[in-house]
């Protein structure tokens, strides 16, 4: 930029050069040709450089002005742009907070029907669902391993006559109550309500 600017006012000052040395050599040989009065040559020259001062002052001022109209233009280009960009960055500023929400919210929703699909909702014990793909696993780990495998179900007897009689209420705490002593008291293996009133167990070997 700065190599241009040099090579740009170069160029303006050599026109400027040019342009008074021409006038002055021409209008001065002109002026002894035509004219023989040295008081009338000394009045013309006064006006001819009048003229000159004039005349060369306008051409820079068109020469600086065009320049300053296309740096002034590019200017307000940049400044549109920079305008642009931002409102670009604002818009995109504000749909990343909301992708980011959404995101949030996404993993949320997907935590919870993982709950939903393998968690029992009263006693948050593995449900059914669990209880079966971990079966599988245990069934695979034992028989590689050669280790025995144990399965236990476990319900409680006349628990509807409970719900009839106390209400749903107090059978969902009973329930509740058993799930919570048999974390207490079963250590290792895995342990799920499979119904109602039914709990799984499945043990390996080496639990």
Wanted: net charge positive.
């Amino acid at each position: 930029m700065g190599k241009k600017s040099f090579i740009e006012a170069f160029r303006i000052s050599i026109c400027y050069i040019l342009v008074a040395c021409l006038w002055i050599t021409f209008s001065d040989y002109i002026l002894g040709v035509m004219v023989k009065s040295k008081k009338f040559i000394t009045t013309i020259s006064i006006f001819k450089g009048w003229f000159f001062v004039i005349v060369t002052g306008t051409i820079l001022f068109l020469t600086i002005k065009a320049k300053l109209d296309k740096i002034y233009k590019f200017e307000e280009q940049l400044i549109k742009t920079n305008k642009e960009i931002n409102r670009t960055y604002q818009k995109l500023k504000v749909a990343r907070d909301i992708l980011k929400d959404q995101n949030v919210k996404l993993k949320q929703q997907q935590h919870t029907l993982i709950r939903l699909a393998y968690y029992d909702f009263l006693t948050s014990l593995p449900n059914r669902q669990s209880f079966y793909e971990m079966l599988g696993e245990y069934i695979n780990i034992c028989r590689q391993t050669d280790k025995k495998l144990a399965v236990a179900i476990m319900d409680i007897d006349n628990f509807k006559n409970i719900n009839d009689t106390a209400g749903h209420t107090k059978g969902d705490q009973l329930i509740k109550d058993i799930s919570n002593e048999i974390l207490k008291n079963i250590k290792g293996g895995f342990v799920s309500r499979i119904g109602g009133d039914e709990f799984g167990f499945v043990f390996c070997e080496e639990d």
